[in-house]
């Protein structure tokens, strides 16, 4: 395959279609979440995680630039992510929606590496930040799992812009 940049054809991809392709590709639902540096638990909806790497263990999750997390994610050396079961889908909702604080009534403990965990959750997953990669208009954040727990049940799904539940 060719490398020259130059005979590539110009992308030629919509915004829409783009949505949709990727949108057909169904995946879990999970909240990314830091501690302030007075300790206050602060978290958003992500259904970008992804396993990258068993040995080291790597996770990543993206982030958006215009998140407005973004530079306290940068700034954190931790994070915590808590995979959703399918009963969770109003703690995806709350954590997606702006301007209020999303912890508030919502059962969440603090881990050993101080990050936030929501409890109930199918796994929580302690990460150390391991590197930071500016990709497009996201921030690809790659950590490295320094712990986890699992619990029984079934995920929630997200697909096509929508929730779901896995069927049989
Ligand atoms: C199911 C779902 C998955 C999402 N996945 C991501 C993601 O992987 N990365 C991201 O930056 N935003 C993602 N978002 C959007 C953020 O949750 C949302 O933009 C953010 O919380 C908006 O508030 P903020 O900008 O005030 O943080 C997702 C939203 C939903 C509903």
Aim: one cysteine or more; a neutral charge.
């Amino acid at each position: 395959m060719s490398s020259d940049r130059a005979q590539t054809p110009a992308a030629s991809v919509s915004s829409e279609l783009f949505r949709q392709a990727c949108g057909r590709f169904p995946t879990g639902v999970a909240i990314a979440a830091i501690a302030g540096s007075d300790g206050a638990p602060h978290g958003l909806t992500v259904s970008s995680f992804t396993s990258l790497s068993l040995d080291p263990p790597l996770v990543l999750i993206c982030l958006g630039h215009a998140v407005t997390l973004i530079d306290r994610f940068r700034a954190a050396e931790h994070f915590g992510l808590s995979v959703l079961g399918e009963d969770q889908r109003p703690i995806s909702e709350r954590f997606a929606r702006r301007g209020q604080n999303r912890f508030t009534g919502v059962p969440w403990h603090s881990g050993e590496f101080h990050v936030p965990l929501i409890d109930g959750s199918l796994a929580t997953i302690e990460c150390a930040v391991d590197r930071r990669i500016a990709a497009g208009d996201h921030d690809i954040l790659v950590g490295r799992m320094l712990r986890a727990h699992v619990s029984e049940g079934r995920p929630l799904v997200h697909w096509a812009g929508k929730y779901g539940r896995l069927g049989e």
